[in-house]
């Protein structure tokens, strides 16, 4: 492989624009099922579902994407598409335990949207200034770099899920305190509600089921940490697909 490819700004600038598409896909497709099936009970088929939304609004764009190339600056095109997966990202990030199925129709349809607008242009303009001689080099670094991009960010981002749910516990936990009048009030209340049992057991079995909510609280603040991050780097994208030159069609 000759690496000198890396020289050309199209090429550089778009293999990393293209790699950071793959990347908030892939991690959007881990994360979100995770969360479904951890946190809100869904089986596979049902968080599965969930993504399909995205598919259907992928196909539609697919089939107009081809003229919206033709006549719009491809650089405005991937803008848009990196803003559209912000928002959808960011969307992500106002995850609760009282969600509806709907709720996740809307962003998994911006995030098919900002894909096609953002895959079809960078393909079209990673290669576009390459000599003709280095095009098969160019296009077997392009495809290796995004998967392992891809691949190295989905192992981090599930380690972070893990790291930042540690964290929320350690901060968490200092409610879980008699000093604190609603934790009283609600450890009270769950040990009345096992009255039936001896106080020792409905005291231990109170105190086991508050841990348990925090456990949850704590992943779901972690998750949400975790999109806030990728949507972030969807923003910051933005601004850098202008770095790309546009080919002269002529």
């Excluded at 604190?180 to 020792?200: A, C, E, G, M, Y």
């Excluded at 975790?226 to 770095?243: M, N, R, S």
């Amino acid at each position: 492989m000759n690496l000198r490819v890396f020289k050309d700004k199209n090429f550089f600038v778009g293999t990393i624009l293209g790699s950071s598409v793959n990347v908030i896909i892939y991690v959007t497709i881990l994360l979100l099922p995770m969360f479904l099936q951890s946190l809100m009970g869904y089986n596979a088929v049902l968080s599965g579902l969930s993504l399909a939304p995205r598919v259907l609004s992928c196909i539609v764009v697919l089939a107009v994407i081809g003229t919206m190339v033709e006549f719009l600056d491809n650089r405005i095109l991937i803008a848009l598409g990196f803003f559209f997966l912000g928002v959808s990202t960011f969307m992500y990030a106002n995850l609760n335990l009282m969600l509806s199925f709907k709720f996740f129709i809307l962003p998994n349809i911006l995030m098919g949207i900002g894909v096609i607008l953002v895959f079809i242009p960078i393909s079209a303009l990673v290669l576009g200034t390459l000599p003709k001689s280095e095009l098969a080099n160019g296009a077997g670094l392009h495809s290796l770099c995004k998967c392992v991009m891809t691949a190295v960010v989905i192992s981090i981002s599930s380690t972070f899920v893990s790291r930042f749910s540690q964290a929320h516990q350690t901060y968490l936990v200092g409610n879980l305190s008699n000093f604190n009048l609603i934790f009283q009030h609600k450890f009270q209340s769950l040990v009345d509600s096992f009255s039936s049992l001896s106080n020792t057991i409905a005291v231990i079995k109170a105190n086991a089921v508050l841990y348990k909510q925090l456990l949850v609280q704590a992943k779901l603040m972690a998750f949400v940490d975790v999109f806030k991050i990728f949507a972030l780097i969807a923003f910051i994208l933005i601004p850098f697909a202008f770095l790309l030159k546009v080919p002269n069609k002529n």
